[in-house]
């Protein structure tokens, strides 16, 4: 079971209280080090290390630039900013409910949502920072990729890298690269889609449901989908 982070929250404030009483107290010329700070002046850069991927975990992300190629890991598809989806790797859990960035050696746990605006607690507890990793790691594993749901082809332009939720018409079948493309339609544009669930053929001319990851390589658009499902009639544009 994922530790209590918000017990840990708690008890990271409480810290950084007696830091602050011990500070305003000792009457040594020497500082003691510091190693846990409430304040709400932060930094996710200060977080981050060379050569390793910032973690974040958030029940919401908002207003906030997070260093390109971050682990992000939030409760559900509606949480996230399309900048950040944009250069993020970012994944779902119904479990979280706190609010952390984690680096090699210091983390940040928030308040309030990851916002420019939240207060943080920074700790550079060796304890405290490895527990926070490793509650992250058993998270992220049992996590599903975050699916955007886009409402239609001609909205998936600029989405390449990303799990899309998508839905329109099957067209006709081409072949690419040795594997057999079928063409999903909206009336007004097409995105190619593959998939190891069968053959793609099976689809054609019928209203499909489509959840993969867009991918574009070689002046090619296409879906690598994951999962391919019949729907009802849809509103296709003339």
Not at 6 to 35: D, H, K, M, Q
Not at 48 to 63: E, F, H, K, M, Q
Not at 131 to 160: C, H, I, N, T
Not at 176 to 204: E, I, N, P, Y
Request: proline share 5%; hydrophobic share 45%; glycine share 8%.
């Amino acid at each position: 079971m994922p530790i209590d982070l918000l017990s840990l929250f708690i008890g990271f404030v409480t810290g950084a209280v007696v830091v602050a009483i011990a500070w305003n107290l000792s009457s040594r010329t020497s500082a003691p080090t510091e190693t846990t700070r409430l304040s709400g002046v932060w930094s996710l850069d200060d977080v981050a290390s060379a050569g390793t991927r910032l973690a974040v975990i958030a029940t919401r992300v908002d207003g906030l630039h997070l260093p390109a190629n971050s682990k992000v890991l939030v409760p559900r598809a509606d949480t996230v900013p399309a900048e950040v989806l944009a250069t993020c790797e970012v994944r779902m859990h119904p479990e979280v409910r706190v609010n952390a960035a984690i680096g090699k050696d210091r983390a940040l746990v928030f308040s309030g949502t990851v916002h420019p605006k939240s207060t943080a607690v920074t700790t550079l507890e060796a304890n405290a920072v490895q527990r926070l990793q490793g509650d992250f790691q058993r998270l992220w594993a049992e996590s599903q990729p975050y699916v955007e749901s886009v409402p239609s082809v001609s909205a998936l332009s600029g989405k390449a890298g990303r799990m899309v939720d998508v839905s329109g018409r099957a067209a006709d079948v081409l072949e690419f690269r040795g594997r057999r493309m079928l063409r999903l339609s909206d009336g007004k544009a097409a995105v190619g889609v593959v998939t190891s669930q069968g053959d793609v053929a099976q689809w054609s001319g019928a209203n499909i449901r489509v959840t993969g990851r867009m991918v574009r390589e070689g002046g090619y658009a296409y879906i690598d989908a994951t999962s391919v499902t019949p729907v009802g009639e849809l509103a296709v544009p003339a």
